[in-house]
Nanobody, 126 residues
């Protein structure tokens, strides 16, 4: 079992920045693949980012590439999603996810992830 708790969502103006955090606990998190998805009202869930726990491999969705950066705190079991140049279309509930036994693969399908956080709301509006 892996427990995921997100934080850091909020209201930000277009062009602004926000960093989401995800605290992971439970089984040995060093073997998991971490990721982020988002879902806006009435929209399908969208892949945002994924990375191996070691950060050796990362992947980003096309709509966020170059603006969002995933990272990890070496001293804590916490991963981050740094979001810059935010746009109104980035407004969504963001979910931290984890997958086990993916052996370095970075899935982009939500069904490939075993554990989900509760979600945190990000609203980009002036």
């Amino acid at each position: 079992q892996v427990q995921l708790v997100e934080s850091g969502g909020g209201l930000v103006q277009p062009g602004g920045s926000l960093t989401l955090s995800c605290a992971a606990s439970g089984r040995s998190v060093g073997s998991v693949t971490m990721g982020w998805f988002r879902q806006a009202p009435g929209e399908e869930r969208e892949f945002v980012a994924a990375h191996t726990w070691s950060m050796e491999k990362t992947a980003y969705g096309e709509s966020v590439k170059g603006r969002f950066t995933a990272s990890r705190d070496n001293g804590q079991n916490t991963v981050y999603l740094q979001m810059t140049s935010l746009r109104p279309e980035d407004t969504a509930t963001y979910y931290c996810v984890a997958a086990v036994d993916r052996y370095g693969a970075l899935p982009r399908r939500d069904g490939s992830y075993d554990y989900w956080g509760q979600g945190t709301q990000v609203t980009v509006s002036s």
